[in-house]
């Protein structure tokens, strides 16, 4: 895929400007310039989301529509430990997670459509030494009906683009349309489903005709996928677990919406602490079961939370109230003599910046400021210092 010339000339030039590159023919007419700035480039885009990947100067990366939808290292290591066994991935894409379940499992049958795609990844799979992977050329579903093996896992990651390029969001709409593999899960197999953080949870679980758990995978307060799990043991009420893994233990919160549903909502004035809960909680709907016995909501539609002494637990970030106000300047003015704060707000006409112009504020600083309806369903300010816990 690379020559050992092209692979230093890219490691040479890694930091560089791709468009650059690309338009300096006379200076390095050996080259196929076009195919080492698109390398180049996608290898800058990729630094995080897959570093390892991208420390290895012998991998080739696929067309730029491939690796949207790919997993982050990230993502994909904590999928693999899910896994165990034989391994089915049956919508194959850049083999990110194919090369994670390797780690893990005891066989991985990597299956891809597209030929190029597919022999790209056996190239760059066997450049990381990954020898239990068999890349099989053709449709996953096709595959698992006539496969004589049964798998411990199947995976799946279909398109959620239609043939037009829309978004979809309902299972049916996907392609491969995962409700087409729901009838081939044997007794002993497993179907590991990833999706979009867009996916409504609730129409999905229902959509599945039930689920055994869900996880919403999070990196630095960002949810980046959902996954399902399902086998013959499924539930219509499945514990729903949120991960950040960009924190010492990923495990954030966990449970069921069911609870969710039963639970009572407290609600109550701002006291000394207000917290704001993580994004993966509110994806997960998790807006009442967050509440405990000190912690409370400050009105019912305005997902923020209030206590009277410090709860270091609470699955978000936490702030100290220094004081509350209306929609005025005239009592932030002694707080903010520069008139520089963070603004957020929950449940509040307007945006942050329609609040920032109004009272004439610039961004930046060490206070936030929080823009909400109170308990009495009033528009309230309440300006506050973020705890370090």
């Not at 919508?91 to 994670?100: L, N």
């Not at 049958?109 to 597919?118: A, C, G, M, P």
């Not at 307007?350 to 109004?358: C, S």
Request: aromatic residues 8%.
């Amino acid at each position: 895929m690379l020559s050992l010339e092209e692979q230093h000339f890219i490691q040479v030039h890694a930091d560089q400007d791709p468009h650059q590159i690309a338009l300096s023919g006379k200076k390095y007419p050996s080259y196929d310039l076009s195919k080492l700035a698109s390398q180049i480039q996608t290898r800058q885009k990729l630094a995080f989301k897959l570093p390892s990947w991208v420390s290895h100067a012998n991998l080739f990366f696929p067309p730029s529509i491939s690796l949207e939808q790919a997993s982050s290292e990230a993502t994909a290591n904590f999928k693999a430990n899910i896994v165990h066994g034989n391994v089915l991935d049956a919508s194959g894409g850049m083999g990110v997670d194919s090369a994670a379940f390797a780690k893990k499992a005891n066989q991985v049958v990597y299956v891809e459509r597209q030929q190029d795609l597919k022999e790209i990844t056996a190239y760059n799979h066997a450049q990381l030494g990954h020898t239990n992977i068999q890349h099989i050329l053709g449709d996953g579903l096709a595959y698992l009906d006539q496969a004589d093996s049964t798998f411990d896992f199947i995976y799946l990651d279909p398109a959620r683009r239609n043939a037009k390029g829309d978004k979809v969001l309902l299972f049916k709409d996907c392609e491969p349309n995962v409700l087409d593999f729901l009838p081939l899960i044997k007794d002993k197999s497993q179907l590991l489903l990833k999706t979009s953080p867009l996916l409504d949870l609730e129409r999905a679980i229902l959509e599945l005709d039930g689920v055994d758990k869900i996880w919403v995978v999070c990196i630095k307060n960002e949810v980046k996928e959902i996954l399902f799990l399902k086998s013959k043991d499924a539930t219509l009420d499945p514990v729903i677990e949120v991960i950040e893994l960009n924190s010492k233990s990923s495990y954030l919160f966990s449970g069921t919406l069911g609870t969710e549903k039963s639970k009572q909502t407290k609600v109550g004035n701002i006291s000394n602490f207000l917290y704001e809960p993580h994004p993966g909680l509110l994806k997960a709907g998790f807006f009442k079961s967050v509440e405990t016995e000190d912690v409370f909501k400050l009105n019912s539609n305005t997902h923020l939370y209030s206590s009277k002494e410090l709860d270091t637990k609470f699955p978000g970030k936490s702030f100290q109230v220094i004081e509350t106000g209306p929609v005025d300047m005239g009592w932030l003015k002694k707080h903010l003599p520069n008139k520089q704060v963070n603004i957020s707000t929950r449940n509040f006409p307007g945006k942050p910046e329609d609040l920032r112009k109004k009272l004439k504020l610039s961004d930046g600083g060490d206070l936030t400021l929080f823009g909400y309806r109170n308990h009495l369903n009033q528009v309230e300010l309440a300006l506050t210092q973020k705890c370090t816990i």
